[in-house]
């Protein structure tokens, strides 16, 4: 099993460019998860998919979209990229979230994305 | 005040002794804990979770959870250079239950 797998590793962009960073699970995993994590700051979470066919805001939703293509697909787009944008962005999946669960979150190797 | 704090370090120890990492949170509805290590340049991989008031020990390590005290800790015995790497809290809270909050980690090195 290859776990989570996110595309590209590296990236640098343009301000208003624009990006989808993709990611995709094999573990029949119910909820997935967006990430960005900047230096001193930890992880703070982007959007999240509950289940297939669902998508909510997390903490810094601001300049992003969600797709959660099905089951095992869960993309990231950015419609017009501006460098505050730079950062390290990760994908997760846990096998299941919402309230009663633990909510163990496995994660991806991540995109590095430089936007100048 | 944020949610989940950790001192940043660096925690240096050496090879072989005990090495303590803390973490505070602030949300008492907080139901979840985990320890992730995080390589430089890699992704965080979890290596604990505790649910529940006391220790839990899995090899090498153990957490100790202590809701009252809104505090969770992760205790490595005997340290090896390759535990050299910074060790995420995460709390997760009972409330809507996927939102997971990160401390910004503590860097430990362990000097051979």
């Known amino acids: 099993n290859a776990g989570v797998t996110q595309t590209p590793k590296f990236q640098v962009l343009k301000t208003g460019q624009s990006m989808t960073l993709q990611c995709a699970q094999d573990m029949n995993h119910n909820s997935m998860y967006w990430y960005r994590q900047d230096p001193g700051m930890g992880l703070r979470l982007i959007y999240y998919s509950a289940s297939e066919g669902t998508t909510d805001k997390g903490e810094v939703p601001n300049g992003y979209n969600v797709s959660r293509l099905n089951k095992r697909e869960f993309s990231l787009r950015l419609e017009s990229a501006a460098p505050s944008q730079t950062s390290v962005y990760f994908c997760a999946s846990s096998e299941r979230g919402g309230r009663g669960s633990y909510n163990e979150q496995f994660f991806g190797p991540g995109t590095r994305l430089t936007v100048l | 005040q944020k949610e989940v704090e950790q001192n940043s370090g660096p925690l240096s120890v050496p090879e072989g002794a005990i090495a303590s990492l803390n973490c505070t949170y602030s949300d008492r509805g907080s139901q979840s804990f985990f320890w992730y290590r995080q390589y430089s340049g890699k992704s965080p991989e979890l290596i604990m979770s505790?649910?529940?008031?006391g220790d839990k020990e899995d090899g090498r390590f153990t957490a100790q959870l202590n809701k009252a005290s809104q505090y969770v800790s992760l205790l490595i015995r005997d340290s090896q250079p390759s535990d050299s790497a910074t060790y995420l809290c995460?709390?997760?809270?009972?409330?809507?239950?996927?939102?997971?909050?990160f401390g910004a980690g503590t860097r430990l090195f362990v000097k051979a």
């Open positions: 505790i649910y529940s008031n």
């Open positions: 995460a709390v997760n809270s009972d409330t809507g239950g996927f939102k997971t909050i």
